[in-house]
């Protein structure tokens, strides 16, 4: 279990972060040049690594925002509310791993929500957006939809849908769902271990949902018994709470196969299914005081298409996806670690350390 102590009451505030300052386990600088596949947690950590290496790099994105699965909603409550990434599965001794200069001011405040930390009125793509994203916002090429990757040849040859470019290092950060559909074309194909990897890997859908009611008639925290156990998680929770707000806003957090069924419904038909199993757990209470809610399937994002890997892998498998290819291509993300963990955002930056550690080894 975590515990996290608050660590501040203001909102962390934009920082543009020197480019020359560079901790992290680095020899000498690598002095080629560098492609990353993916603006996510993973590649922006990774970006923010070399560009405090002074490495020449550039992020191709293939949306047209940076975040990925940790995407936020700013409209409808009076603190952000997170679609995807939500709880500091961690201590908050990860920021200073993550922003890689003791100089750095951090100022994020977080509150207890056992096993976890929330942010408070705060989010992790905040956190990214205020001290990583300074760091490489003007080597972001959004709009790039990567295609192939050919690593054959002495030189790395990456293909979007209307450009070709060159690189001597590739880091790959895009979802395993987007590998294992074939989005990407590896030239030569990618080891088999890692294909048998990606086969066997569960990948469960992902779904959110926020309520605004009038009242605050629900528990902090209803979980669902879902079965088999291992087949996702079902939770309705205040996510208000620890916030600087008087508003009601319950959330829902499925993945996995309690995430399937909803993805399915229409927007009415969700919030007549949501209101009915509220009105069923809290006596009828949820109908007469619903104000407004948003959903956020993660299945339907064109570049992202599901949640995250099961929390039930097999290390072994996963140690397998994050391995990387003959000192070409690197992997960075929640679903490319060491084994040790996977799927959460500071899993994901932690990755990308590793991955500019190897690369300029
Ligand atoms: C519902 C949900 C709840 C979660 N809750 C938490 C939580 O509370 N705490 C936590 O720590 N983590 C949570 N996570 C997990 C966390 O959000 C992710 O694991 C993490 O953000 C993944 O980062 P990433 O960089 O690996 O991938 P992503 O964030 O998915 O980034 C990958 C990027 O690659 C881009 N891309 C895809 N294909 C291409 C292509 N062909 N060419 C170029 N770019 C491409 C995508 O557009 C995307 O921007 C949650 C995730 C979900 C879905």
């Not at 660590?7 to 020197?18: D, E, F, M, T, V």
């Not at 990434?85 to 961690?90: H, I, P």
């Not at 003007?138 to 070709?164: H, K, L, M, P």
Request: charged residues 20%; contains cysteine.
């Amino acid at each position: 279990m975590e515990i996290c102590g608050v660590l501040g009451l203001g909102l962390a505030a934009p920082l543009a972060l020197p480019a020359c300052r560079y901790n992290a386990k680095v020899n000498a600088p690598f002095k080629g040049r560098v492609l990353i596949v993916g603006a996510g947690a993973g590649g922006l950590s990774a970006g923010y690594l070399l560009a405090q290496a002074g490495v020449d790099f550039e992020i191709l994105e293939a949306s047209l925002a940076f975040g990925g699965r940790m995407k936020i909603n700013r409209d409808f409550a009076d603190f952000p509310i997170p679609l995807g990434a939500e709880w500091l599965e961690t201590g908050t001794d990860i920021f200073r791993k993550i922003v890689n200069d003791p100089d750095v001011p951090l100022n994020v405040a977080t509150v207890p929500d056992p096993p976890d930390c929330k942010f408070v009125n705060y989010s992790w793509y905040q956190f990214f957006e205020d001290y990583i994203l300074p760091s490489v916002a003007g080597r972001i090429s959004y709009g790039q939809i990567v295609e192939s990757i050919d690593y054959s040849g002495g030189e790395i040859r990456v293909s979007t849908q209307n450009a070709d470019y060159t690189a001597d290092k590739v880091i790959v950060s895009v979802p395993l769902q987007i590998l294992r559909d074939g989005d990407i074309q590896f030239i030569p194909s990618l080891p088999q271990s890692k294909q048998d990897a990606m086969r066997k890997t569960v990948i469960w859908d992902g779904f959110k949902a926020f309520v605004e009611f009038s009242a605050r008639f629900y528990d902090e925290e209803y979980v669902f018994d879902v079965q088999p156990p291992d087949a996702g998680q079902k939770i309705y929770y205040d996510a208000a709470y620890g916030q600087n707000s008087s508003m009601h806003i319950l959330g829902l957090f499925a993945v996995g196969k309690p995430a399937e069924i909803y993805a399915s419904l229409s927007d009415s038909e969700l919030k007549d299914i949501i209101l009915s199993e509220l009105d069923a757990l809290y006596s009828n209470q949820a109908g007469p005081n619903y104000i407004k809610h948003i959903s956020q399937n993660w299945k339907k994002e064109a570049f992202i298409r599901s949640g995250y890997i099961s929390e039930n892998a097999d290390w072994k498998d996963v140690r397998e996806l994050g391995k990387s290819l003959g000192g070409k291509v690197y992997f960075a993300g929640g679903a490319y670690t060491d084994g040790e963990d996977w799927v959460s955002v500071h899993v994901a930056a932690l990755s990308a350390k590793r991955a500019v550690e190897e690369l300029s080894a």
